[in-house]
């Protein structure tokens, strides 16, 4: 490209230079033909180093310039694109743990809730029998309360009974005879209660 435009340049002057012979009577020293070959040298020398300048020095910079920025781009765009395939792999690992967490906490909750329904079942079991228990003793103590009720309540009233008669009377009673009237009564009393 440089030695296309130095060509150029250099055809450029000899066309200069043909029609600097027509314009020579114009006065400007620039056309004047004495002149043209040193111009033409000057043009010839700063030219070339101009060329041999640019192609040595400051092309191959800006070349190679040009390629270690390509070659960076291409190497980030590469680097961004693993990161790229990291990241969405990255993103389905999440992904994959955050729902093994959520099954494992589901997991976790329904093993607690059900061993905590069977430790309620059990203790409600126990407090069942033992409450169970509780009530046959209660009514077992009922019951032999009861029954021995009769015959507390028979003594009592014997004694009672044998108490004021003395008081009363002033002689001893046979304990026998009003135990005997006692026992009738209260009979009598029990079949009306427990008859209904």
């Known amino acids: 490209m440089i030695k296309k435009i130095f060509f150029q340049s250099i055809f450029l002057s000899f066309l200069f230079f043909m029609e600097a012979f027509a314009a020579e009577s114009g006065g400007m020293p620039q056309l004047n033909p004495e002149f043209w ?3 033409i040298f000057w043009l010839t020398i700063t030219f070339g180093i101009l060329y041999v300048v640019l192609s040595k020095l400051i ?6 310039n040009l390629e270690t920025r390509k070659s960076q781009i291409v190497d980030n765009i590469e680097a961004a694109e693993k990161q790229r395939e990291q ?3 990255n993103i389905v690992e999440y992904e994959k743990i955050i729902q093994d967490s959520k099954n494992e906490a589901k997991n976790y909750f329904k093993q607690s809730r059900e061993k905590v329904l069977k430790d309620i079942n059990l203790k409600k079991n126990a407090l069942d029998k033992e409450l169970s228990l509780e009530i046959q003793k209660a009514e077992s103590e009922i019951q032999e309360l009861r029954d021995k009720a009769p015959e507390k309540i028979n003594k009592i009233a014997v004694e009672t009974s044998t108490n004021l008669l003395q008081r009363l009377i002033g002689a001893e009673v046979n304990n026998s005879s009003i135990s005997a009237i006692v026992d ?3 009979r009598k009393k029990m079949d009306k209660y427990y008859g209904n």
């Open 59 to 64: 092309l191959p910079k800006i070349s190679s």
């Open 184 to 186: 009738d009564l209260s």
């Open 37 to 39: 070959i040193s111009q």
């Open 87 to 89: 990241s969405e792999l």
